[in-house]
C-alpha cells in the first residue's frame, strides 16, 4: 500500500489485522472439562468481513476488510494437582484484502501467510477434578471455576517495512477467570480476562517514508463474555454469545492516540452437531452490535 503524506502513514498503523480480530473472542464452553488424557485435533475456518472504524482520526473512508483465516489446533487434557486442566496449541494461516480511500485516492492491499501462533493452558479450580472415562460418565456439572492463561509468540509473518501484517511482532499474555453453571439442559458461562502487549520494537520501519526505527506500543485491553446454551442431548447444543472489550490505546514512539480506545461489543450465537461417536461440527455467527473504534 502507498501514501503519500505523514498524517496518513501514521494513522494507518490502525490498519493492522491481528488488532482488529484480538478481543473480539466468542467461545462458549471454554470451561466445560472433559476426561484425564483426552487429545482432539480442531480444524477451524473463520471469515471476517466487514468496515474498519477510524472514528474521524485519519484521512482515510470507505475502509473494508475481508479476511478468511485457517486454523490447525491440538487439544489435551491432564492431571494438574488433582484438578482438570488443559493445553491447546494452534497454528492460524490468513488471507486477506484490504481496501479504502486514502486522500481521494484508492488504495489496496493483500496479504497472505502465518498468523502467531499461541498456546492456552486451562485449570479447573472448582467443580471439576481430574477424572478417568468411566468416572467422568458418572460426573454431572454443577457450577465450575476455572483460569487459564493464553500466550501470543511472534512467529507469524512479519515485515517491519509493511503497515499491513498478520503478525504482531510482539508477545501477548491474556490471563482469564472462567465460570460456567448447569441447571438441567442449560448452561451460563461469563468470562473476564485481559490482554497484555508487549513493544513492538520496529514498526514501520526502514523504508522511504521512516529510515530510522519505530517502536510501538498497546496499552491493555480488558474484556468481558457470556453465553447461554442449551442442550438438545449429549453434543447437540446451540448457545447465545455476547462480549465486550475496552482498552487499548496505540503509542507511537511515545506519542499516544487517545482516539485509539476501544469500547465495544459483538453478539452471536454457536451451534454444535454431532457427526460421529468422536467428530462433532461446530458452526457460529457474530456481528459488531456496538464499534467505536478498529473492525467491525
Known amino acids: 500500500m502507498r501514501t503519500n503524506g505523514w498524517p496518513l502513514i501514521v494513522a494507518c498503523l490502525f490498519l493492522w489485522p491481528p488488532s482488529v480480530l484480538s478481543a473480539q473472542d466468542l467461545a462458549p464452553r471454554a470451561y466445560l472439562i472433559t476426561p484425564t488424557h483426552s487429545n482432539v485435533i480442531i480444524l477451524s475456518y473463520s471469515q471476517f468481513s466487514g468496515t474498519l472504524e477510524f472514528a474521524g482520526a485519519v484521512p482515510i473512508t470507505g475502509a473494508t476488510a475481508n479476511a478468511n483465516l485457517l486454523i490447525f489446533s491440538y487439544y489435551h487434557t491432564l492431571n494438574f494437582f488433582g484438578r482438570t486442566a488443559s493445553v491447546t496449541i494452534a497454528m492460524p494461516y490468513g488471507i486477506?484484502?484490504?481496501q479504502g480511500t486514502a486522500l481521494d485516492a484508492p488504495k489496496y492491499s493483500y496479504r497472505s501467510g502465518f498468523l502467531d501462533s499461541f498456546v492456552r493452558f486451562s485449570v479447573n479450580l472448582k467443580g471439576g477434578p481430574a477424572m478417568k472415562w468411566s468416572e467422568f460418565a458418572e460426573w454431572r456439572q454443577k457450577m465450575l471455576l476455572g483460569a487459564s492463561l493464553k500466550i501470543v509468540a511472534p512467529t507469524g509473518q512479519y515485515d517491519p517495512t509493511r503497515l499491513i501484517n498478520w503478525?504482531?511482532?510482539?508477545w501477548g499474555f491474556k490471563p482469564e477467570f472462567g465460570y460456567s453453571q448447569r441447571w438441567g439442559h442449560w448452561v451460563l458461562d461469563g468470562y473476564a480476562g485481559i490482554w497484555l502487549f508487549t513493544t513492538n520494537p520496529e514498526f514501520f520501519s526502514r523504508n522511504i517514508y521512516f529510515p530510522n526505527i519505530q517502536i510501538q506500543t498497546q496499552q491493555p485491553i480488558g474484556t468481558f463474555e457470556g453465553h447461554l446454551?442449551?442442550?438438545?442431548?449429549?453434543r447437540l447444543w446451540i448457545s447465545l454469545d455476547a462480549n465486550f472489550w475496552?482498552?487499548?490505546?496505540?503509542?507511537l514512539n511515545g506519542a499516544q492516540?487517545?482516539?485509539?480506545?476501544?469500547?465495544?461489543s459483538r453478539v452471536g450465537?454457536?451451534?454444535s452437531v454431532p457427526l460421529t461417536k468422536h467428530q462433532s461440527l461446530?458452526?457460529?455467527?457474530?456481528?459488531?452490535?456496538?464499534?467505536?473504534y478498529g473492525g467491525n
Not at 503478525?167 to 510482539?170: K, L, V
Request: aromatic share 14%; net charge positive; glycine share 12%.
Open 96 to 98: 486477506g484484502d484490504f
Open 167 to 170: 503478525a504482531n511482532n510482539r
Open 229 to 234: 446454551s442449551y442442550d438438545f442431548k449429549p
Open 246 to 251: 475496552f482498552g487499548g490505546k496505540i503509542s
Open 257 to 264: 492516540n487517545p482516539v485509539t480506545l476501544q469500547r465495544s
Open 269 to 271: 450465537a454457536t451451534g
Open 282 to 292: 461446530k458452526i457460529s455467527y457474530s456481528n459488531g452490535a456496538y464499534i467505536s
